[in-house]
């Protein structure tokens, strides 16, 4: 089975500049998720997806970040514009729609790292 | 929001010795997970804890679930510098989302 895919590896940018992140997930798995992993913490949940609509993201700032996943496939998360404080690895991560969250785990991609200068 | 506190943050140990590392909640876990994350990888599962007073293990690994689900241990027997990583506690919400805690990043020396 493949894993979740995701790129580019790193990304390097200047604040204010903008930045997307793609993310394949394995498939079948309706549930996509992303998480904001700053340095020397766990990973922080900004948006949920079930199919191709959100279900949550209210931890997402919505003043600079956007994503989306048309066709329930595939999804972007994209920044606009950078802040240094978003320097961070971005997790895609996606689950079966099945059950409730302990009869399975999330399968995480390998991230993305970005750093804003 | 349910806080999760990881301890202890940092771990450096030599091969061979044993390790414990712990994850407590403010509140009751509904259930609880643990991950080992790699430098440049994502989080992997090593196991889910559900019950009150489990305990699960895997190889040189053993989980353990509070009684009151309301704090976790992860004992590492013999540990190896292929356990190096950070390990990471995270509860299982309603809504299908996991909340972490901090981690406890382990380096076991040769």
């Known amino acids: 089975e493949a894993g979740v895919a995701q790129s580019p590896r790193y990304k390097i940018i200047e604040k204010r500049q903008s930045v997307a992140f793609w993310c394949n997930p394995i498939s079948g798995h309706a549930t996509l998720y992303w998480y904001q992993q700053i340095l020397g913490q766990g990973p922080k949940l900004l948006i949920q997806f079930q199919n191709n609509g959100v279900v949550d993201d209210s931890q997402l700032p919505k003043d600079r970040f956007s994503a989306e996943r048309l066709k329930g496939v595939d999804s972007t998360l994209k920044i606009q514009p950078a802040k240094l404080e978003d320097s961070a690895v971005y997790l895609c991560?996606?689950?079966?729609?099945?059950?409730?969250?302990?009869?399975?785990?999330?399968?995480f991609g390998s991230g993305t790292r970005l750093t804003v200068v | 929001t349910q806080l999760l506190e990881q301890s202890p943050q940092f771990l450096s140990i030599q091969e061979g010795e044993n390790l414990t590392v712990y994850c407590n909640s403010s509140?009751?876990?509904?259930?609880l997970q643990w991950y080992r994350q790699e430098p440049g990888e994502g989080p992997v599962l090593l196991v889910t804890?559900?019950?009150?007073?489990e305990v699960k293990k895997l190889k040189r690994l053993t989980f353990q679930f509070g009684d009151a689900r309301k704090d976790s241990s992860l004992h590492i027997t013999a540990a190896q510098p292929g356990d190096t990583g950070l390990y990471l506690c995270a509860e299982g919400g309603s809504a299908r989302q996991l909340t972490f805690g901090s981690g406890t990043q382990l380096t076991v020396l040769p």
């Open positions: 804890v559900v019950t009150g007073g």
């Open positions: 991560a996606s689950s079966l729609v099945r059950g409730p969250t302990y009869l399975y785990g999330y399968t």
């Open positions: 509140s009751v876990f509904s259930s």
